[in-house]
């Protein structure tokens, strides 16, 4: 089997230039002299549908279209059958407007609210096993050649936390290729992008894995079968209600993936062990990221 080569460049990738989304600031070290680095931006973004106010939610700021509208998706206040008018950001006020053909009124469901373990506090309206009671997963194969490419690239690209730390990444991919890159102060906000990306360009979902810096939680787990993706990929660890409902749902589950090793607790029945691990690399120490002293 031939040596790994690296994928194309995804269609969205993390904008490490773009001056709005890191700041530089100065302290000092343990040694006690001055430093310089690099920190994420965080900023509230106000949500509207129609003319109701869902959430505030801290963010980045990139992408502000996608959020809204992945937000809307996972949280069940969007139908994929809805029709959307128009998406309307003011970057002044911060506000994202998403208008719809048909009414909408969420007051009760608002009320109810679960707080999840998402970091930068995620959080769920309504049951959050509303998702999962009736869902159907493509029966997708994953194979380890597609796992290491994938990984690969993704940990030898430009990226925000590579430039400031601090931040999460969530990666849209089909087969060993990434197609969508985001990132943000939580996870949710991460793959809430992505579904919000799918969804305005019309992508198929049942042929694609979403990987993520962070950990295989519930709400990854429903966010992911919200989505219609068969195969959630992860650097970091698993949650005990995430393998569950992976398992419940037929999701393939794969975490602790770095360098050769990685870990399936769910659907590893449809794994494809075609890679020689001969021509695997050990990932770099310069390319470390979240997860590696442990699983968070």
Not at 119 to 144: H, I, N, W, Y
């Amino acid at each position: 089997m031939m040596k790994i080569d690296k994928a194309p460049v995804p269609l969205i990738v993390p904008d490490t230039a773009d001056p709005r989304l890191t700041q530089s600031v100065t302290g000092t070290d343990q040694t006690g002299a001055r430093v310089e680095i690099k920190v994420p931006m965080e900023r509230p973004l106000t949500l509207y549908l129609n003319s109701q106010e869902i959430v505030t939610m801290m963010t980045i700021g990139d992408y502000p279209e996608y959020l809204a509208l992945g937000y809307l998706l996972n949280q069940n206040m969007l139908k994929y059958n809805d029709v959307v008018t128009e998406v309307e950001y003011d970057d002044d006020l911060q506000v994202v407007v998403v208008r719809t053909t048909h009414h909408t009124n969420f007051e009760a469901k608002l009320k109810k609210r679960t707080q999840t373990s998402g970091c930068a506090q995620g959080t769920a309206f309504g049951d959050l096993l509303e998702a999962v009671e009736s869902v159907a997963l493509p029966k997708a194969e994953l194979r380890t050649s597609w796992l290491y490419q994938m990984t690969q690239t993704i940990n030898t690209m430009p990226s925000l936390y590579l430039e400031a730390g601090a931040i999460h990444g969530c990666v849209l991919c089909r087969e060993g290729t990434p197609l969508c890159y985001t990132e943000d102060v939580g996870r949710h906000n991460a793959v809430d992008k992505i579904a919000g990306w799918m969804y305005r360009h019309g992508v198929d979902a049942s042929d694609k894995i979403l990987y993520t810096t962070g950990r295989l939680t519930s709400e990854m787990v429903i966010k992911t079968v919200r989505m219609g993706i068969p195969i959630l990929v992860s650097r970091s660890g698993f949650t005990a209600w995430g393998v569950d409902l992976a398992r419940q749902v037929g999701l393939t589950l794969v975490g602790r993936t770095r360098g050769k090793r990685f870990i399936a607790l769910a659907g590893e029945e449809r794994i494809v062990y075609d890679q020689d691990l001969a021509y695997v690399e050990e990932e770099s120490a310069k390319h470390k990221r979240k997860g590696e002293a442990g699983d968070d």
